[in-house]
């Protein structure tokens, strides 16, 4: 169609406009060819006319549709013209914050002026391997294509990093390079990776700073050049430098600084070792101070300086050569600050002792003369002469700035030559990748030099990429054999030209700079005469004589011819070089003779390092240094950047052109004026003019068809796809030029997606339109019927509720009249009862009261009788006892009176025996008598008068109570007389009383009416108060409740705290895990590298004996090694001699020699102590031989014993088979086996047959035994037989058939001589070979008994074990049929076939299980058959040799006798000799197939076998043999994984062996923790004298790197898997929408024969899954397995969701949400869905949910942050930043929005990072899991080639 036919009304299109440079408006009507104006409508609804230029008739570009604007690719614009670019990268810079987009083969970056976090090493690995197309555009991305290309052409490569100033070059080249050192790694030891990211903080210190659009601009073009081996990883670098931009040591314009390394050092002058340089301030100094800007906001110069010295230090340069390059730096400061003053108009003169300039001759060790001297001096040479000139000032300040600037490139170019140096290996160098860091185009209001020779450098760039887009477009069309036209595209080489052609710009530069009075204005002149008329473009302003104008691709530039000449001549006083030369500085010396050497003018060496270099000098030095100069400084550019030119058309391009979005550095501004000047510059539209000459839209086959399926119909489909699209194209697209097929794909012109887009949005749209119609329809008439219901039931319920309230209101009428009536007669009844009881009531009260009255009076008689009767007795008494008292007193006074009278006496007759005594001594006998008389009246007399004192105290006390009683009495009396006066007074009071009384009552009877009142009132109050108390007592329950809950939260408050707690403990608990397990990982991989370096170092200096495979020679086949390569190590690892690097030194060889001698010793000594045992066995023999005979008699007791032991047993036999037989009867009964079935017959003819049998050997140990009687006395003559030494041999050791046979041949022809008499026979010992015979088969029956009875016992057992699997099964199958019952038929019928697929594949692998074993059992048949048939055939040639007598014939059947060892009873242990140990360890590990033994033998035998070993080196208690098995089993699997740690069935196998070693260890440990679970057999088992606890441990760390080696080797089975599974693939087919696509092809969609799908998914988990279980790995560690697994396809799935754009949508949402579907329906399958699988996919749910969730309004935003839980901010931000829309009828999400998501999670305390980690491993544990197999059963068989193990 024509393009005019798209501009119809409501089309889109773009504008011009001055601000936003385009414009969006929209058509109000078709236009019609002819129209001279457009009616348009802008966005804010103004309504314009658009005029259209009357001689070209261009119509406006058309705008994209909006699906298609924010696309990754630009050539994916179906329209490609600057406003489609423009706003493109608007939208996705200022709506998305995405800074990179793809422009065909250009990435364009855009500087945020902000710090993203999207270069993390997750970022890196997430970019790692991936196709350019299938990731969102990324520097990475253009990094990874480039280190791919690499290694699949072979072919070196070049990233070129080209911008404006500020636009984020050096970031982009840094990230670059940063990414290839992650990636590729280094091979040497010297981190070359490390030393190229080190060179970039000294480069930008020496070669960045500050300017106005930019603070750390690179003024200098650099070429970096990553060297790589044949493995592509780093081994060097090397690095070219362009036109270092030297004015600015001496000069800096506003806002802006010179280099930072001066201020740098100024800012670190207050250090120590930085006080000589005499340094101080920034602003001190001319060369520093002059942009008036000397800090830069969030830097610390300090710091930076620091981190310059550490990367000095990293690339070798010692602290000595970087103090000496700061003191010429320092020097280069001082020289500036020194002031040269006018000493007239022509000289100058430098005041003397200048301090600045001593400080200069100071720093570079020169003398201050001769400095001053030629600072204001210059030396003139002429043919004849040589003569000194002065200078005046300002010459004389232009030469020691021209020397500034030379010392500053001389030590720029020092710098870039050692980092060189640092960088280059010794190894060869196979490839490299070249990271171009150049300059944009530049344009200023005054432009000079610099500018020109930047703009000429992107004139050639230009050029180059012209050419390869170019390139590449012929490719791909010659490639799809479409038909190929010239394009034209704008060509720049007449640019070219102009600047470097013969008579060009830079010829007649250097013409002027040879002439003696060359001008910057004579050079215009010729210039002008050359050029103004015979090129285009070159211009001449019109108002200056001193400028030119050149018109480049970009844009005109005015250049400013001043300066020019002086800039190209770059000239420097050759007197002051030779002052530097003869400098006492061995540093400054150094920078300034090296013009010997053949550098380039860029100041690097020749390529070093298998690096070829183009050299630009002669070959041949320099003869003088004034020649030095001469090479202008525009030729050695012009060189330099040819030499650059052939390096880039030698290697791969890859462009990157970054973008300067504003020049005030703010963070995700857009000018648009500025972008569109960049983008013209940077050739970004001239990418996009030629992709839209052609075909720009390309779309596969299958691409196409799945888009625009809509637009065909049925009979249009085609089984040939590319038929079909061909078909409906013709049909669609009329004009055949607009389109072209290809052999894969469909080419369009520009607009005809669009086209196709606008046709499938009308058919959407119609279709939708109908869809609306019916629905509506559908709900209309729905909401009719519905309405039309609900007045019918309105009606129904009205006319219901109507005749219920009639019924209502009679029934109530009714129920009055009843009540009234009723009620009347119960008020007159109680008014009868009222007035009733009033009158009982009055009675009563009255004749109660007359009753109380007469009471009263009684009672007051009576008391006052019973008063006066008290008062009269009293009276009585008080009488008599006053005149008992009174008689008392005078009786006492009386015999007071006596008893003194008496004692007056006594004391006068005392006095005259006194007086007696004195005069008559002789009487003193009687005196004596009459003393003792006279003691004893003493004696009464003392008792009377005690009992007289008590008298007078009882007369006294006696006395006094008389007084008393009197005096009371006397008082009684008077109230006697009172009392009387008071009886008249109380009975006139009694009178009152009574009168009182009556009033009293009258009150009573009112105060019992209040009381009634009060009554009445106080049962209402309490009824009140217990109404009160009732609602107390709910609220009281309530707040009971409501404590009680509260209480209830507060438990489960503290329940949850305690949870929370816990599960915090939990999670630091797995860190602490995590933590070890990495450091453990990170202790084996050292461990590795070690092992590695030490078999590097042994194979490179220590030459071996035998032969030992290298890497070289190793083969394929994994078994295929020698003993000695395999072994080598093991016997070193058991020995502890692990010291192989130290070669073979004398102290070794003397010691091995030692050893040598004492094994010989040693082994002589055996063989001395082996003789002396066979001379003492051959002694014991015969003192055997002699003791033989008495020990016979002996013997045929203990046989007549064994008989009777035997037919005991056989009685017992024969009833244990009739129980057996009653059992399997019953068994029968209950449906076991059932009478009748085969199963059953075949147990009961067997036991009938057994039962016969036993019967017969009854039969025949009864005749024997009659016969043994018999010849019991024949046994006698044995012991006299002359030779017994022939007989006395016993027969039980003879050792086979043959030896037997022998025996018995000599023993024929020893009885041949003699007659055939039956008594001789006796004699001669024919009855006791008879006797032997019958004992040995009296041993074989017992043998066969014993051997059926075990078979009886296993048959049953087998039995019972079918019957209960039949029973277990029957379960089974009834648990599906109810499961399926309840699914709907279809799922019912896909369930039935799973699981019935599920059981035959079981059956199948259970015969294949017994095939197998029967094949074995076959074998081992066949061979058996062997060896009898050869026995059989010896055994017969022995019966031929002869005829035989008949008793004779009776002695033969002892050669068939088989004599079979009684089994014994074994204790699980496996002996082996010590030699043996290497053997065990290679047929056991090292050789052994998991393959065969996880099909053929039980799990985990391995592990047994090998704790079997070590059980029995415990039993003999041999420490060292514990210690080298358990040594060799570690190193050995350490070493089968090294060699085979990439296959996952090897490592599945040893990660189970291992586990279930550890587990043995710590059930047989001896630990009553781990014994619980043990059999009391088992309990016997465990280890007795070792304590292995350390090497539990040690097997645990093991089995903890097995799990991570698993763990590996799955995640690079499953990686390429996931994304397509996951993403890609459409598993719900139609759902997702395929979008146009542009240069960068992604992965399709639609499902190819290599692509994979989710079911390849889940048939490898299968896989997985299966091939663990087989292995009889752990229950518990399959979980975590399982659980890693889903991490990790949840994590990539994620993470490639958020750096893929076009997987962003709402249909690729609904596909994830059904792929974790059919993830949690393969874990509910295999009964995982318990354990956290499911939990680790919830972040990749959560993704899907917000990719199909509203995202509009509050409430939305409300239930993402609510919903996203397990999303990050940043990861949430990023999908909706990302969410695109597959059609035109979804919505982009709105900025707002996103700032409202922002905002609401701000609060949030997670982790910036935005992709998961996708090598995080969750801590394993291993759960003790004990076996229940017992030790002593089990078998070791034979393909192990384990013979050499016995079992004990």
């Avoid at 992650?182 to 060179?199: D, I, P, R």
């Avoid at 730096?329 to 020194?338: M, R, S």
């Avoid at 944009?440 to 230009?462: M, P, R, V």
């Avoid at 070089?577 to 540093?587: D, H, M, R, Y």
């Amino acid at each position: 169609m024509a393009a005019s036919e798209l501009y119809t009304k409501r089309a889109r299109v773009w504008i011009p406009d001055a601000e936003e440079v385009w414009k969006s408006a929209e058509l109000n009507k078709d236009y019609k060819n002819g129209d001279a104006s457009l009616q348009l409508m802008l966005e804010d609804g103004t309504n314009i006319e658009h005029k259209l230029d009357p001689k070209t008739k261009n119509l406006p570009y058309l705008r994209n549709p909006d699906i298609l604007v924010g696309e990754n690719d630009l050539t994916a614009l179906s329209y490609l013209h600057e406003p489609a670019v423009l706003h493109n990268l608007k939208v996705r810079f200022m709506d998305s914050k995405l800074i990179y987009t793809y422009c065909g083969i250009v990435l364009v970056a855009i500087n945020p002026y902000e710090t993203l976090g999207i270069y993390g090493s997750d970022i890196i690995n997430a970019y790692s391997g991936q196709n350019m197309g299938d990731m969102d555009p990324h520097i990475f991305a253009v990094a990874e294509e480039a280190y791919k290309q690499m290694a699949r052409d072979e072919r070196n490569q070049s990233i070129i990093v080209s911008g404006e100033s500020g636009a984020g070059k050096t970031v982009s080249a840094k990230y670059a390079m940063r990414y290839f050192a992650t990636v590729s790694g280094s091979t040497s030891e010297a981190n070359v990776e490390q030393k190229v990211l080190a060179s970039n903080p000294i480069m930008e210190a020496i070669g960045n700073a500050k300017t106005t659009r930019n603070d750390n601009s690179s003024r200098f073009g650099k070429y970096i050049e990553i060297g790589f081996d044949t493995r592509y990883r780093i081994i060097g670098a090397n690095m070219r430098t362009y036109l270092l931009e030297k004015s600015r040591v001496v000069f800096q314009a506003d806002e802006e600084r010179n280099y930072h390394i001066f201020y740098q050092l100024c800012a670190s002058s207050h250090l120590p070792e930085f006080k000589m340089l005499k340094l101080s301030s920034a602003n001190d100094f001319l060369y520093t101070r002059q942009g008036r800007s000397p800090v830069i906001d969030g830097v610390d110069d300090t710091k930076e300086l620091s981190s310059t010295r550490k990367a000095f230090t990293l690339l070798g340069i010692n602290e000595s050569n970087q103090m000496g390059l700061f003191q010429v730096l320092a020097a280069i400061l001082h020289l500036g600050n020194v002031e040269i003053k006018d000493r007239d108009s022509d000289s100058s003169i430098i005041p003397p002792n200048n301090g600045h300039l001593t400080a200069f001759c100071d720093l570079v060790g020169v003398t201050y003369q001769d400095m001053s001297q030629w600072l204001c001096h210059r030396k003139l040479k002429t043919a004849t002469e040589t003569y000194i000139k002065t200078l005046p000032r300002l010459q004389a300040t232009n030469a020691r700035d021209a020397l500034s600037k030379h010392i500053y490139a001389k030590l720029f170019n020092w710098i870039v030559e050692h980092v060189n140096k640092a960088l280059i290996t010794n190894f060869k160098q196979h490839s490299f990748i070249g990271v171009l860091d150049i300059y944009g185009f530049e344009t200023f209001e005054i432009n000079s030099f610099e500018q020109f020779c930047i703009n000429y450098a992107n004139e050639k760039l230009q050029q180059q990429f012209n050419m390869h887009v170019f390139k590449l477009e012929q490719e791909e069309y010659m490639k799809e054999q479409i038909p190929w036209t010239l394009i034209d595209f704008y060509d720049n080489q007449p640019c070219i030209n102009l600047i470097e052609a013969k008579m060009g710009i830079l010829d007649l530069l250097d013409e002027e700079c040879k002439m003696p009075k060359g001008s910057d204005d004579s050079w215009a002149q010729k210039l002008y005469n050359t050029h103004l008329k015979t090129c285009s473009l070159f211009e001449k302003p019109r108002m200056s004589n001193r400028a030119f104008i050149i018109q480049h691709f970009a844009d005109k530039v005015e250049y400013q011819c001043e300066g020019f000449l002086e800039k190209n001549k770059d000239t420097v006083n050759e007197e002051q070089i030779n002052v530097l030369k003869a400098s006492k500085f061995p540093l400054l010396v150094e920078l300034f003779h090296d013009g010997e050497k053949a550098i380039s003018p860029t100041g690097q060496v020749p390529g070093t390092g298998g690096r070829t270099r183009l050299s630009i000098k002669p070959e041949k030095g320099r003869e003088k240094s004034s020649k030095e100069h001469k090479k202008t400084v525009g030729c050695q550019f012009r060189n330099s950047l040819q030499m650059l030119m052939e390096t880039l058309n030698a290697t791969t391009p890859h462009y990157v052109r970054c973008i300067k979005p504003n020049d005030f550095k703010l963070a995700f501004s857009f000018d648009p004026k500025r972008a569109v000047q960049q983008l013209r510059a940077c050739g970004v539209l001239e990418t996009i003019r030629i992709s839209a000459a052609g075909f720009p839209s390309r779309w596969t086959y299958q691409e196409f068809f799945s888009r625009y399926r809509v637009l065909m119909k049925q009979k249009d489909v085609l089984p040939d796809r590319r038929l079909t699209c061909r078909n409906v194209l013709e049909h669609l697209v009329q004009d055949q030029d607009k389109y072209q097929f290809g052999k894969t794909k469909i080419f369009f012109r520009a607009g005809q997606v669009a086209y196709l887009e606008k046709l499938r949005a009308e058919k959407l749209r119609a279709a939708c339109i109908r869809i609306q119609k019916t629905i509506r329809c559908w709900l209309a008439r729905k909401k009719y019927l519905r309405k039309r219901s609900a007045a019918i039931t309105i009606q129904r319920f009205t006319r219901g509720h109507q005749a219920r309230r009639l019924a209502k209101f009679m029934r109530r009428t009714q129920a009055a009249t009843t009540i009234q009536k009723y009620q009347r007669m119960c008020v007159e009844k109680k008014r009868y009862r009222q007035k009733q009881a009033a009158a009982l009531v009055m009675q009563t009260i009255l004749r109660a009261y007359m009753a109380r009255q007469k009471y009263r009076a009684l009672l007051r008689e009576s008391k006052v009788v019973i008063i006066q009767k008290r008062v009269r007795g009293w009276l009585a008494r008080c009488w008599y006892k006053r005149c008992l008292v009174s008689l008392v007193y005078l009786q006492c006074c009386f015999r007071r009176m006596k008893a003194r009278r008496e004692l007056k006496k006594l004391k006068i007759e005392a006095r005259s025996v006194e007086h007696f005594k004195k005069l008559n001594k002789g009487m003193e006998n009687k005196i004596m008598q009459l003393q003792r008389k006279l003691d004893e009246q003493n004696k009464e007399n003392r008792l009377v008068n005690e009992r007289l004192a008590g008298l007078e105290n009882t007369y006294t006390t006696e006395s006094e109570r008389m007084r008393g009683e009197l005096s009371r009495l006397r008082g009684a009396e008077e109230d006697a007389k009172n009392k009387g006066h008071q009886v008249t007074s109380l009975l006139e009071e009694l009178e009152k009383l009574r009168k009182e009384l009556s009033s009293t009552q009258k009150e009573k009877k009112t105060i019992e009416d209040w009381a009634q009142n009060y009554r009445s009132e106080m049962e209402k109050m309490v009824s009140e108060l217990k109404d009160q108390n009732g609602s107390l007592k709910k609220e009281k329950d309530d707040l009971n409740r409501l404590i009680q809950e509260q209480s209830q939260q507060m438990t489960e408050k503290m329940a949850r705290a305690i949870l929370e707690e816990t599960q915090q403990l939990k999670t630091d608990l797995n860190e602490e895990r995590s933590r070890y397990q990495n450091l453990l990982t990170e202790h084996l991989r050292l461990e590795e590298k070690y092992d590695d370096l030490k078999e590097e170092m042994v194979s490179s200096n220590v030459p071996k004996a035998g032969h030992r495979r290298r890497d070289s020679t190793h083969s394929s086949n994994g078994s295929e090694y020698t003993y000695n390569s395999e072994y080598a190590e093991l016997e070193d690892g058991s020995r502890a001699a692990e010291d192989v690097t130290r070669g073979m030194d004398t102290s070794l060889t003397l010691k091995l020699q030692k050893r040598l001698t004492e094994l010989e010793q040693e082994k002589q000594s055996l063989r001395n102590e082996l003789e002396n045992k066979e001379d003492q066995f051959q002694r014991a023999r015969a003192r055997d031989d002699v003791e033989f005979k008495k020990a016979r008699g002996a013997e045929l007791e203990y046989e007549s014993l064994k008989r009777q032991e035997l037919e005991s047993e056989n009685k017992k036999l024969r009833h244990d088979l009739k129980e057996i037989r009653q059992s399997l009867v019953g068994n029968a009964a209950t449906g076991a086996g059932a009478p009748g079935s085969p199963a059953y017959k075949v147990v009961l003819e067997q036991l009938n047959a057994s039962c016969e049998e036993l019967e017969v050997r009854k039969e025949e140990v009864l005749i024997l035994r009659s016969q043994l009687v018999s010849q019991k006395e024949a046994m006698h003559h044995k012991e006299t037989m002359t030779e017994p030494s022939v007989y006395v041999e016993d027969v039980s050791k003879l050792k086979d058939a043959g030896e037997l046979k022998q025996a018995y041949v000599g023993l024929k022809d020893t009885n041949r001589s003699a007659a055939p008499d039956f008594h001789k026979l006796n004699e001669d010992g024919e009855l006791w070979l008879v006797n032997q015979g019958l004992k040995e088969t009296i041993r074989l029956l017992e043998h066969q008994l014993q051997t059926q009875r075990r078979g009886y016992d296993s048959e049953v057992e087998s039995l019972r074990g079918e019957l209960q699997n039949v029973k277990e099964e029957n379960n089974r199958q009834q648990q599906l049929l109810a499961q399926n019952l309840q699914l709907p038929p279809e799922a019912r019928i896909e369930a039935s076939l799973q699981h019935e697929i599920t059981r035959l594949t079981n059956e199948n692998l259970d015969l294949m299980e017994q095939l197998e074993k029967q094949d074995r059992t076959i074998r081992k048949l066949k061979k058996q058959l062997k060896v009898y048939s050869k026995r059989i055939g010896e055994m017969g040639a022995g019966q031929t040799e002869g005829q035989t007598s008949p008793g004779q014939m009776v002695d033969e059947p002892i050669h068939p006798v088989n004599i079979p060892r009684r089994e014994k009873d074994f204790q699980g242990m496996l002996e082996y000799n010590k030699e043996d140990e290497l053997k065990l360890v290679k047929n056991l590990i090292l050789e052994l197939k998991p393959r065969g033994v996880a099909v053929n033998l039980i799990p985990g035998l391995p592990a047994y076998i090998l704790f079997m070993c070590l059980r029995h080196a415990d039993y003999v208690n041999d420490d060292q043999k514990v210690r080298t098995l358990l040594t060799s089993t570690i190193n050995s699997i350490k070493k089968i994984l090294k060699k085979r740690g990439d296959d996952f069935e090897t490592v599945s196998f040893w990660l189970s062996n291992t586990c279930r070693f550890l587990h043995c260890l710590k059930q047989y440990s001896g630990d009553e923790a781990f014994m619980k679970h043990n059999s009391p057999r088992q309990n016997e088992h465990c280890l007795s004298n070792f304590d292995l606890a350390e090497y539990r441990q040690v097997i645990s760390d093991l089995a903890i790197q097995i799990y991570q080696q698993l763990i590996k080797c799955m995640e690079n089975i499953l990686q390429p898997m996931i994304v397509s599974g996951m993403l890609e693939h459409e598993t719900i087919q139609g759902v997702s929408g395929v979008k146009p696509t542009g240069l960068r092809k992604r992965t399709s969609s639609i499902a190819d024969e290599g692509t994979y799908t989710l079911d390849s998914i889940l048939r490898q988990l299968s896989a997985f899954h299966s091939t663990m279980c087989q292995h009889g790995t752990d229950p518990e560690l399959i979980k975590q397995v399982v659980k890693q697994q889903f991490y990790i396809i949840g994590a990539v799935t994620l993470n490639n969701l958020l750096l893929r754009k076009d997987m962003c949508s709402w249909s690729k949402g609904m596909q994830i949400r059904y792929n974790v579907s059919q993830l949690e329906e393969w874990l509910r399958d295999k009964g995982l869905m318990t354990f956290g699988a499911k939990e680790t996919l919830e972040p990749l749910i959560q993704a899907a949910q917000l990719l199909q969730v509203k995202k509009k309004t509050d409430e939305d935003a409300d239930a993402i942050c609510s919903m996203c839980l397990g999303l990050t901010t940043a990861q949430i931000v990023k999908v909706l930043n990302l969410y695109t829309p597959v059609n035109e009828f979804e919505e982009r999400v709105s900025v707002s929005f996103i700032r409202t998501i922002q905002t609401r999670l701000r609060d949030r305390c997670e982790s910036p990072q935005l992709l998961m980690d996708t090598k995080m491993i969750y801590p394993v544990t291993f759960p003790f899991s004990p076996s229940s197999l017992a030790l002593e059963t089990i078998q070791i068989p034979s393909s192990l080639n384990l013979a050499f193990l016995t079992r004990v």
